[in-house]
Antibody, heavy 120, light 107 residues
Framework: DVQLVESGGGLVKPGGSLRLSCTGSGFTFSSYSMSWVRQAPQKGLEWVAS????????DYEDSLKGRFTVSRDNARNTLYLELKQLRVEDTAVYHC?????????????WGQGTQVTVSS | DIQMTQSPSSLSASVGDRVTVTCRANQDIGFYLAWYQHKPGTAPKLLIY???ALQSGVPSRFSGSGSGTEFTLTINNLQPEDFAVYYC?????????FGPGTKVDLK
């Protein structure tokens, strides 16, 4: 079975940084594009970023470019999301997701998410 | 960027009802449209991809239709476990924008 497990969330002050991780198992991690999707409290789902299987192609939600960086380590079956200059409005549950192959931006597999809280 | 809208934003229905949710894109996205179901405290679940393809394991009472700029999710014979928020998502090429969601609750 495909499993995605996020970690690294927590409480951070405005302006701070955090690195989220997502470890995949039950599939050949290096073959699939991966994404991050977040949900702020009382808000809808928001696509954050996607990275191709080799890491050569990366896309971001425009408003997050420059503060968020997605990367992957296929040898460790791990996806990362580095969050910098965090704002209160970045408070959300962050999910990693796996696409189909070939990738078209769909998310058939989701992790349970990791909570990021930005507060002074 | 392409914007996604959904209607209604919420609806009340009874078990056994047929429910329809509409999603619109402000530009042609072909068939690159997904539908997700989301319940509080759980991970969202992909229901439909490619506008009308049923994801493996999803009950056949769920169906999707449409292309271009207008899409529909239909739930036939609504079941108690179907009360949730439903999101559409534009796929195909980034940004993979979600719609604002439609909450389906019990009448």
């Amino acid at each position: 079975d495909v499993q995605l497990v996020e970690s690294g969330g927590g409480l951070v002050k405005p302006g701070g940084s955090l690195r989220l991780s997502c470890t995949g198992s039950g599939f050949t991690f290096s073959s699939y594009s991966m994404s991050w999707v977040r949900q702020a409290p009382q808000k809808g789902l928001e696509w954050v970023a996607s990275i191709s299987n080799t890491g050569s192609n990366i896309d971001y939600e425009d408003s997050l470019k420059g503060r968020f960086t997605v990367s992957r380590d296929n040898a460790r079956n791990t996806l990362y999301l580095e969050l910098k200059q965090l704002r209160v409005e970045d408070t959300a549950v962050y999910h990693c997701t796996r696409d189909f192959r070939p990738p078209r931006g769909y998310s058939p597999h989701w992790g349970q998410g990791t909570q990021v809280t930005v507060s002074s | 960027d392409i914007q996604m809208t959904q209607s209604p934003s919420s609806l009340s229905a009874s078990v056994g009802d047929r429910v329809t949710v509409t999603c619109r894109a402000n530009q042609d996205i072909g068939f690159y449209l997904a539908w997700y179901q989301h319940k509080p405290g759980t991970a969202p679940k992909l229901l439909i991809y490619g506008a009308s393809a049923l994801q493996s394991g999803v009950p056949s009472r769920f169906s999707g239709s449409g292309s271009g700029t207008e899409f529909t999710l239909t739930i036939n014979n609504l079941q108690p476990e179907d009360f949730a928020v439903y999101y559409c998502q534009k796929c195909g090429s980034a940004p993979y924008t979600f719609g604002p969601g439609t909450k389906v609750d019990l009448k």
